[in-house]
C-alpha cells in the first residue's frame, strides 16, 4: 500500500484555519454580565451612546467604512455634549474616540465564524465561544425579558465551546487580560487560544499536534523529556516502516508549557508529518475515540484505518518494540498523557473538503 500518497490525500484536505478569522477578548462588567451572556448565547456592549436605529440609520447612509466610523464618533459627541450653544463635551477626545472605537469595532469587525473569549468575576472562569452572525441580534421582548433587558443593545449571538476553570488554562492566556477596554482584539494569541480549544489544527501554514499532560502535581523532568525522546524514536520507526519519503522528525519544533496540568505543542511545516505524528501517538497512547461518527465516503475512512493498522502492526511486532513500547507507557503514565481525541475531527475535514475545487 503507498500510504505516502495516502497521507498526501489527508494533508492535502485538511483545511487550516482561516486567516480571517479573529479573535475578541469581551470584559462583562467585572464578572456581572458572564453568567447571562453564558447561559443566553451571546455577547454585548453596554454602549448607550447610540441607539441600534440610529446607527443602522447610519450604516444605510454611510456605506464607507471610514465614514461609518467617523459618523458613530460624531454621534458620541453628540451624546456627551453638555452645552448645546457652546458645544462643550464632558468628556475628553481621547476617551470618547475610544468608545466610538469600541461600537465600531463590535459592529463592523466582530464576523461570524470569529472567537470569542469572556471572563468572570477575577477571571476565575474562562469561556471560549464561535460567533454566529455578522450582524446584530435582533431579541424577542421575552429574551430581552430573560435578559433583564428593558433595551436592544449591541448584541451578537454565540455557540460556547467550551468553558475552563483558571487553574486549568494555559498560563499564556492570561497575558491578553492585560488590555482592559470593553473589546481586546487579541489575534497575536492564536496559536494559545486554538490549542486550548482543540488537540490538532493547522494555523498560518503550521500544522500543531498537542500532547494534553493532566498531571496535578510537578512535572518530573525526566518524565517529561523521556516521553518526548521515546516518542521520536517510535516516530522515526514508524516513518522508516511505512518508507515516508519526505516526513522527517528533524522537521519538528516544540512549544511546551511546563504548567501542571499543561501541554505540548509539537509544530511542523509539514501537515503530513503531523498527520503521521498524530496517528501514532493515537496508537502508541490508547487509541482514538470514533464514536458514532460517519462519513460520506467510506474510502476516506479507509485511508485513515489502514494508516492506523500499518502502525498498530509496527508497535505488536519484534520484542524490543515491545520494550520501547513498556518505556513510553511508563513515561505516559507519569505525567497523565490524556488520549488523543481529534482524529475524528481530521476525518471529516477530509471528507467535508474532498470535493472542493484545488
Known amino acids: 500500500m503507498d500510504y505516502n500518497n495516502i497521507l498526501d490525500t489527508i494533508a492535502e484536505h485538511i483545511k487550516p484555519i482561516s486567516s480571517s478569522k479573529r479573535y475578541w477578548l469581551i470584559r462583562t462588567q467585572g464578572g456581572e454580565l458572564f453568567d447571562t451572556f453564558y447561559e443566553n448565547d451571546f455577547v454585548g456592549l453596554d454602549h448607550q451612546q447610540i441607539s441600534l436605529r440610529d446607527l443602522s440609520a ?12 467617523n459618523a458613530i464618533k460624531d454621534a458620541v459627541i453628540d451624546y456627551y455634549t453638555e452645552d448645546l450653544e457652546t458645544g462643550e463635551k464632558s468628556l475628553a477626545d481621547r476617551t470618547i474616540t475610544l468608545i466610538a472605537n469600541q461600537i465600531y469595532k463590535f459592529h463592523r469587525q466582530v464576523r461570524k465564524g470569529d472567537i470569542v473569549i469572556i471572563p468572570s468575576y477575577s477571571s476565575t472562569k474562562i469561556a471560549f465561544g464561535e460567533i454566529l452572525e455578522s450582524g446584530i441580534a435582533s431579541f424577542s421582548e421575552g429574551e430581552l425579558r430573560k435578559f433583564d433587558y428593558t433595551q436592544q443593545y449591541l448584541n451578537k449571538r454565540v455557540k460556547w465551546l467550551k468553558e475552563f476553570d483558571r487553574r486549568n488554562l494555559d498560563p499564556n492566556i492570561f497575558k491578553m487580560f492585560t488590555a482592559h477596554q470593553a473589546i ?20 498560518d501554514n503550521e500544522a500543531h499536534l498537542i500532547i494534553n499532560v493532566q498531571k496535578e502535581t510537578g512535572v518530573n523532568a525526566r518524565g517529561l523529556f523521556g516521553l518526548g525522546h521515546n516518542f521520536l524514536d517510535i516516530l522515526d520507526g514508524v516513518i522508516n516502516e511505512l518508507d515516508l519519503d519526505d516526513v522527517n522528525t528533524n522537521d519538528f519544533q516544540v512549544e511546551v508549557n511546563i504548567n501542571s496540568p499543561g501541554k505540548i505543542d509539537l509544530k511542523s511545516l509539514s501537515k503530513k508529518g503531523t498527520v503521521i505524528a498524530l496517528i501514532t501517538l493515537g496508537v502508541f497512547g490508547g487509541g482514538f475515540e470514533y464514536g458514532d461518527f460517519s462519513m460520506k465516503t467510506e474510502g476516506l475512512v479507509g485511508f485513515v484505518k489502514a494508516l492506523e493498522k500499518a502502525v498498530s502492526d509496527y508497535k505488536d511486532r519484534e ?12 513515561y505516559k503514565g507519569k505525567l497523565d498523557v490524556k488520549k488523543v481525541d481529534d482524529m475524528v475531527k481530521i476525518m471529516k475535514q477530509v471528507d467535508d473538503n474532498q470535493d472542493k475545487p484545488k
Open 58 to 69: 447610519l450604516r444605510s447612509r454611510y456605506l464607507d467604512d471610514a465614514k461609518f466610523h
Open 184 to 203: 481586546n482584539e487579541v489575534g497575536k494569541y492564536a496559536h494559545v487560544i486554538e490549542r486550548t480549544l482543540q488537540d490538532f489544527f493547522v494555523l
Open 319 to 330: 520484542q524490543n518494540r515491545n520494550m520501547q513500547m513498556q518505556i513510553f507507557n511508563e
